[in-house]
């Protein structure tokens, strides 16, 4: 028996979703065990994609409130993985770096989401992984044309 379009689409989206679960509790897993939290996590990940980064600028990066950033930060230099220092700009303004003990961690996960990553491909070809690329680049650009015709 055939399936219709609509639940053609359901079992993708579900398969999709299944997916997406799963390799988020394999990378919390793994995250829990170098005893970092989800969003500690999240955060030393950001910290290390800009040197030039400061406590608003992550907030908004994140879309968390500045005193949930503050409250990580503090947890995540006492713990050694960034260290917070003044602008020189702006006294207020406090830059955001991350230590070697943390570009450690990143390196430890990002080889970790590259096993998990090229497992998850296992079998595929290269046309394969591209077409599947392509898929997904035009899901996307389906639901961002439709986000920015309803507002």
């Known amino acids: 028996m055939a399936n219709t379009r609509k639940e053609q689409y359901e079992k993708c989206i579900n398969q999709f979703a299944r997916f997406d679960c799963l390799r988020r509790q394999l990378i ?5 065990t170098l005893g970092l939290r989800g969003s500690q996590h999240s955060m030393l990940i950001e910290a290390s ?9 992550l907030a908004e990066k994140m879309e968390i409130s500045p005193a949930a950033v503050t409250v990580t930060l503090k947890k995540l230099e006492t713990q050694g993985y960034i260290e917070r220092t003044p602008s020189s700009d702006d006294s207020r303004v406090n830059n955001i770096a991350i230590t070697s003990k943390g570009k450690n961690i990143v390196k430890k996960t990002n080889d970790f989401y590259s096993v998990i ?3 998850a491909f ?3 070809s290269d046309e394969e ?16 044309t439709y986000a920015n015709a309803e507002n």
Do not use: H, P
């Open 122 to 124: 296992e079998g595929f």
């Open 28 to 32: 919390d897993k793994y995250v829990d």
């Open 129 to 144: 992984i591209a077409a599947f690329s392509g898929y997904m680049k035009r899901l996307i650009e389906n639901l961002k």
């Open 117 to 119: 990553d090229e497992t």
């Open 49 to 57: 994609r800009d040197s030039r980064l400061c406590q608003k600028d």
